[in-house]
């Protein structure tokens, strides 16, 4: 018999998989392949179910010869070892990011020659697939399963992606945006949830002048219509009486982590550095702040992530390995290094020298100023996680600005409307309720 391949990346077998099923009978034996789950959460989404699970359901279904792992989004080694003849597929990958795909799998089949062939199955739109898909969506949203998001991608990706957002409408944009490049296709894993930006979007000064209240707002906002897991800014964090309390309620509304800085007085913006007055905090008393945070949780899942403010505050190298060091004493979950050189030298020396004496716990960077760097230098040197801090914010500002000064100029939209977002992208982007 020939054989028919097609590969799976859910946690719920529908009507849609089914059809498939059947299809891929009519020309051979079926195999299916269950895409793991650090390909899956590079491609489309977090898994809800284990991939034991995954494996399973797609085991029990009838008509499928063989179910094997396909460990990576595109299909050059599944391919080349199984040489199927047909390979079948859902028609939605024929346009957007999901198109690279299909063009991996052409040139594959091309390349062996015999005939082997693509089938575009009509994909299966119904009201008990919308609902499937919606019911896996908001599992993805409910706290319990998003508060534990980022300890989970650490142990998948080599490093953790994160981008600023501040409303609902930068959440969608931060959970949607997926580009095919070099044959690969690529997402963010995470957001950041900004004092600068949040403060920045409500007019105000960064000086945590926007209460705790109002920014859980943003988080509300942003949960609303997002699955990926956040990361929460909580500035110095306040007074440790008050810091418990934030722990508490970041940990509730479904929050993965939060990262606080080693500074005491009004809060003024770290790219500053030495140009304003900044305080740093005693070791100790931050020690007791992050402390008093560990207690106050009540799962596992939640990750408090002391920031190091002694490179900025040009204190040296040593002050800011003595810190981390005390940090993870008193409980931190992660280390975050920060600098305004416009060179990486100083935060890649600072995370070579912090790595010879602790290999486990995870290094956050902000390469800001310092944006030469590369994902991929970054994670040589030992950093989990890159947080792109304010590139939103910053880019949506000039954007507006300009096209403000335009219609005033031209006293109408015309010489503005061919740099604007249709309306209907912006309905494909929300999705209706």
């Given amino acids: 018999m020939k054989k028919v391949y097609t590969c799976f990346c859910t946690d719920v077998i529908h009507e849609g998989h089914l059809n498939i099923i059947r299809e891929a009978q009519k020309y051979g034996e079926v195999i299916v392949g269950v895409l793991s789950d650090e390909a899956m959460v590079r491609f489309n989404r977090f898994p809800t179910v284990s991939f034991e699970q995954r494996m399973q359901m797609v085991k029990e279904i009838d008509g499928v010869s063989k179910v094997i792992?396909?460990?990576?989004?595109?299909?050059?080694?599944?391919?080349?070892?199984?040489?199927?003849?047909?390979?079948?597929?859902?028609?939605?990958?024929?346009?957007?990011?999901?198109?690279?795909?299909?063009?991996?799998?052409?040139?594959?089949?091309?390349?062996m020659g015999g005939g082997r062939q693509i089938i575009d199955v009509p994909y299966t739109y119904n009201e008990k697939v919308k609902e499937a898909d919606d019911r896996i969506k908001a599992k993805l949203a409910m706290p319990e399963y998003r508060r534990k998001r980022i300890r989970q991608l650490l142990k998948m990706r080599h490093i953790v992606k994160a981008i600023e957002v501040h409303s609902g409408i930068t959440g969608l944009i931060a959970e949607k945006t997926v580009v095919e490049h070099n044959g690969e296709l690529d997402q963010f894993d995470a957001m950041w949830i900004s004092s600068l930006c949040d403060s920045t979007a409500k007019g105000k000064p960064d000086i945590e002048l926007v209460d705790m209240t109002s920014r859980y707002r943003t988080i509300d906002d942003v949960t609303e219509v997002t699955t990926k897991p956040i990361i929460f800014d909580g500035d110095t964090g306040g007074l440790s009486e008050h810091f418990v309390y934030t722990v508490r309620t970041l940990e509730k509304m479904g929050v993965s982590a939060v990262i606080i800085e080693d500074k005491v007085g009004l809060k003024k913006n770290s790219l500053f550095g030495t140009e304003v007055a900044q305080t740093q905090d005693t070791i100790e008393n931050f020690c007791s702040k992050i402390a008093a945070g560990k207690r106050a949780q009540l799962t596992d899942d939640f990750m408090i992530i002391a920031?190091?403010?002694?490179?900025?505050?040009?204190?040296?190298?040593?002050?800011?390995?003595?810190?981390?060091r005390a940090y993870v004493e008193a409980g931190a979950d992660g280390i975050m290094i920060h600098s305004r050189k416009k060179s990486p030298e100083e935060i890649l020396k600072f995370c070579d020298l912090f790595r010879q004496e602790d290999k486990t716990t995870p290094i956050v960077v902000v390469p800001s100023s310092f944006n030469s760097v590369t994902e991929a230098e970054l994670s040589e040197h030992g950093v989990n996680i890159v947080i792109y801090a304010n590139q939103l914010t910053r880019s949506a500002f000039p954007a507006m600005q300009q096209t403000a000064?335009?219609?005033?100029?031209?006293?109408r939209a015309k010489e503005v409307d061919s740099r604007l977002l249709p309306i209907k992208d912006i309905i494909t982007l929300i999705d209706e309720l």
Avoid: C, K
């Fill in 307 to 324: 920031r190091i403010e002694s490179l900025i505050l040009e204190q040296g190298m040593d002050d800011a390995l003595s810190r981390a």
């Fill in 69 to 111: 792992v396909q460990d990576d989004v595109m299909y050059d080694r599944v391919i080349e070892q199984l040489r199927p003849d047909y390979v079948i597929h859902g028609d939605n990958w024929m346009e957007g990011a999901m198109r690279a795909i299909r063009d991996n799998v052409v040139s594959l089949l091309r390349h």
């Fill in 405 to 411: 000064e335009d219609i005033l100029r031209y006293h």
